[in-house]
Every structure is written in structure tokens, then in C-alpha cells.
């Protein structure tokens, strides 16, 4: 079992900037892949970026690559989620997820375990 806590949503004007955090338990983190989506009201939930768990590589969804920077932390057991030139339309519940097993990165199925969420607000 794997519980993960966000922290770092709020109230942010257009153009501002936001740091995410989650923070996950289980002595097997840096074993993970992480991932970061999001839901906005009446929308599906959607991908934003995943790292593997050497963190080697990096995975974003197009609508936030050269805006949002995924990073993890494995002595820390916490991912991270930089979020910079935000949009009106970046506003969502963000989430953290867990990937133990195989599978595409931005297929929210293949992600075993997940947070409550963290609110993201861009005020125009």
C-alpha cells in the first residue's frame, strides 16, 4: 500500500507560478514512476507529466512542455511539479500518482495508486 499527500495548490494570478509537492510513503519509492494529472470540473481527468524512477528522462503532455517541470526527489520520497507561465485553463485538481508495473506513461490506468488532490486556481 502506497499513500501519497499533495501540497502546494492555491490561488494564483495568470502568468504566476506554483510548486506542487507529494509526498509518498513506503521504503520502495525510488522505485516508482510517478505521474502528475489533472481534473477540471465536468472534464475527464487528464495526463500532465510523469518521470521514471532513475528520473533520467522526463514525460509531459504537450499543452504544459516549456511550462511545467516534473522532478522527484528519491531521499525525500517526494515528486514534484513546477508549474510556471500559468493559464486560465491550467485550473484543476491536480493529482500525484503511483506506476508500479509497465505500461504507458500517460494512460491514467496503468497508475495503481493515488492522492486526494490539490487545487489549482488561475484567476485572469
Known amino acids: 500500500q502506497v499513500q501519497l499527500v499533495e501540497s502546494g495548490g492555491g490561488l494564483v494570478q495568470a502568468g504566476g507560478s506554483l510548486r506542487l509537492s507529494c509526498a509518498a510513503s513506503g521504503r520502495t519509492f525510488s522505485t516508482y514512476t510517478m505521474g502528475w494529472f489533472r481534473q477540471a470540473p465536468g472534464k475527464e481527468r487528464e495526463f500532465v507529466a510523469a518521470?521514471?524512477?532513475?528520473?533520467?528522462?522526463?514525460y509531459y503532455a504537450d499543452f504544459v512542455k516549456d511550462r511545467f517541470t516534473i522532478s522527484r526527489d528519491n531521499a525525500k520520497n517526494t515528486v514534484y511539479l513546477q508549474m510556471n507561465s500559468l493559464k486560465f485553463e491550467d485550473t484543476a485538481l491536480y493529482y500525484c500518482?503511483?506506476?508500479?508495473?509497465?505500461?504507458?506513461?500517460?494512460?491514467?490506468?496503468?497508475?495503481?495508486?493515488w492522492g486526494q488532490g490539490t487545487q489549482v486556481t488561475v484567476s485572469s
Open positions: 518521470i521514471p524512477s532513475s528520473g533520467s528522462s522526463t
Open positions: 500518482a503511483v506506476k508500479i508495473f509497465s505500461g504507458t506513461y500517460n494512460d491514467l490506468r496503468t497508475y495503481d495508486y
